[in-house]
């Protein structure tokens, strides 16, 4: 403890001569039922052959409805008044935001039903903020982050330096994750997972909106296995026949198994994801992430995008794959996002992207 006390003074007194901001997340861990198809119907086709088997519960099949863990942001550490996500974020937890130079504190409080952290990619931490289990030789306040226990709050010490900063080559944002570090691909699977942004200085505005460009919205595609779930317990007891379902599970009958994969993008199957809403001219940042499981190639019909200042109308991501894609928008109407894979296709990766002229329609966030 003292070690890390002393490290962080050292670290204050020089970085102190640096401009920066302080920047205070407040977040909490909340379990909940969550719904990968609320509409109960695959929205793109009218092939049910393979959606009906992950959407309709029967008595040896789930269905599309989960137990899971999502991220809160609250607007100060009373934790009582929410900040709402827009629609499309799923259960994508916040997006966490800061300029090269700004000291990030995430105050994060655990109402879940075990241990979480928050572990963080592409910024810099002392071991108190690592928020990842592991046998590091750490003991006391150092291990304190590791996993934060079911009501307790602690706070997290993020510095965004030069050395994490986009280049002179880079966009003026770099997405990365953050997710718990306890058991990485089940606390994932789980659900707790958030897209962190690291923006060179004078790119955000008060109100950490970006000063250049007119729509942001988070892309997480991952093939979530939900039989790898902390919750999978729970969410077997929604089954008709619960000891069935419970007996396929535990003799892992590849079926089974198979129906709870969920080829997703923020939480959403079969295009019941909200529609990612724009106007014709808008210049649009996509902060796309992909943690777990699977090869991805994701496009947007109609349009096209820049992906490392490069044009291109296709892009690949996967594990652990952490990008910024770019697009102005043309060609007013309703296009679609999808997965050029096909099985992963043909199983649910595809949504809505909503092109406006000069008015909303009813899928506007205000709707």
Known sequence: MVSSVLQWSIFMSIFSSICCLRRDYFITAEEHWWDYAPSKQNLITNDRTISDRLIQTTEYRIGSVYKKVKLKQFTDGSFRREIKPAPWMGYVGPTIKGETGDVLYVHFRNLASRPYGLHPHGVQYFKD??????????????????????????????SMLNTFAPTKDDENCVPVGYHPHVRSTKDIDTGVVGILLICKPGTLNPDNSRKDVDREFVLYADTVNETNSWLIDQSLNLCLNPQRCRQLFNQKNEAFITDTLMYSINGYI???????????????????????????????????????????????????????????????????????VNYHFNRELYYRLSGMNTHCYSYCYNN
């Open 270 to 340: 079969y295009g019941n994801l909200p529609d990612f809403p724009v106007y014709e001219g808008e210049k649009v940042a996509f902060y796309a992430m992909g943690l777990n499981l699977g090869l991805h190639v994701f496009g947007v019909q109609g349009q096209s995008f820049t992906f490392k200042r490069k044009r291109t109308h296709a892009v690949v991501f996967g594990i652990a794959w952490f990008q910024g894609l770019y697009m102005t928008t043309r060609n007013p109407g309703r296009w679609m996002i999808f997965c050029k």
């Open 129 to 158: 903020s690592e928020g990842s289990l592991y046998m590091d030789g750490t003991s006391g306040r150092d291990k304190l982050d590791d996993t934060v226990p079911p009501g307790y709050t602690y706070t997290y010490r993020w």
